[in-house]
């Protein structure tokens, strides 16, 4: 029987948050991908809260390919607040 493509990115995003990463209730999620792989990615938020994320944060780092030189920021306005919050108050992490 074949599938839709809509049903085997749903499929494929549930393996990855229940196998692949693991996650647990409660648990946070954070999520580094390119621009291309969006469709996957909001499959892979919506599981994350089925699977009982208490928070999942994306970044697509498109702007570094993109952009001209001092056109744009490298990273979205409030992105280094998302992470420090992500990391529990911290000091911010990059993730490369």
């Known amino acids: 029987m074949s599938q839709s493509f809509e049903e085997q990115l749903r499929r494929l995003a ?10 647990q209730p409660g648990q946070k999620l954070f999520i580094n991908a390119n621009l291309e792989a969006r469709p996957l990615t ?3 938020v919506e599981e994350a809260y089925k699977a009982g994320s208490r928070l999942v ?7 570094r390919r993109t952009a001209q030189p001092g056109a744009l920021p490298l990273c979205p306005t409030g992105f280094f607040r998302r992470v ?3 990391y529990g108050g911290g000091p ?5």
């Open 42 to 44: 909001r499959r892979v």
């Open 57 to 63: 944060v994306t970044r697509h780092p498109v702007l």
């Open 84 to 86: 420090r919050y992500f």
């Open 92 to 96: 911010a992490q990059g993730t490369g």
């Open 14 to 23: 549930e393996v990855t948050v229940r196998v692949g990463v693991g996650l």
